[in-house]
């Protein structure tokens, strides 16, 4: 039982670049949601998707775009890679309602150079 | 406005004390939920515990026990007979209603537990 799997787990950019982090979860959870941790920050709400085809911002969207590709996957996209986004990311996923915690991958270490 | 505050950002123990990292929240719902999760140097995040508002129950799991306090908006975490495998980040998260039940994490505790 995979659970939530993120890729690539490693990415170094230069700024300006572009790429996209895929999350993909097999638990059949309606929400999913994309976090960044950055040193002595805690984990910041970046996007979630609530249910497959809606998509809204957290706390820190600027920069980025994401998809709901269908029930399984929610990807996110960095348009024009800046240094200020070099973080870990996470992707999470958890039933509706909140009632259940949250399942989280293993994290994208991202290099903005 | 919801937010969770770690007060503690570094603790280090001798392996076999006892540990409480404290988490302190702010909320205006009536029903929320709160979380504690482990981060290891590894890197990954593992759910400790979940406990809902109406629950002011205490929990032990192990070593492991959970305060939680409405009247003080306090959800405390004890590790009891520390061991160096507890070494971690610990976070305390608040679930957001307003946010497709997103989580508010705190800043984290680093705990370090030494031999």
């Known amino acids: 039982n995979a659970g939530v799997t993120q890729t690539p787990k490693f990415q170094v950019l230069k700024t300006g670049q572009s790429m996209t982090l895929q999350c993909a979860q097999d638990?059949?959870?309606?929400?999913m949601y994309w976090y960044r941790q950055d040193p002595g920050m805690g984990l910041r709400l970046i996007y979630y998707?609530?249910?497959?085809?809606?998509?809204d911002k957290g706390e820190v969207p600027n920069g980025y775009n994401v998809s709901r590709l269908n029930k399984r996957e929610f990807s996110l996209r960095l348009e024009s890679a800046a240094p200020s986004q070099t973080s870990v990311y996470f992707c999470?996923?958890?039933?509706?309602?909140?009632?259940?915690?949250?399942?989280f991958g293993d994290g994208t270490r991202l290099s903005i150079l | 406005a919801q937010k969770v505050t770690q007060a503690q950002t570094e603790i280090s123990v001798v392996e076999k004390e006892d540990v409480t990292l404290d988490c302190v929240y702010e909320?205006?719902?009536?029903?929320?939920?709160l979380f504690w999760y482990k981060q290891p140097p590894s890197g990954e995040l593992v759910f400790l515990i979940r406990?809902?508002?109406?629950?002011?129950q205490n929990e032990i799991s192990g070593r492991y026990s959970w305060n939680f306090q409405k009247s003080t908006s306090s959800f405390n975490f004890t590790i009891t007979a520390s061991q160096v495998v507890d070494s971690a980040v610990y976070f305390c998260?608040?679930?957001?209603?307003?946010?497709?039940?997103?989580?508010?994490f705190g800043k984290g505790t680093s705990l370090l537990v030494t031999p």
């Open positions: 998707s609530a249910s497959e085809g809606t998509t």
């Open positions: 998260a608040l679930m957001n209603s307003n946010s497709g039940y997103a989580l508010n």
């Open positions: 638990m059949n959870h309606n929400s």
């Open positions: 909320t205006r719902d009536t029903t929320y939920y």
């Open positions: 406990r809902n508002s109406f629950d002011e």
């Open positions: 999470a996923s958890s039933e509706v309602g909140g009632r259940q915690p949250q399942h």
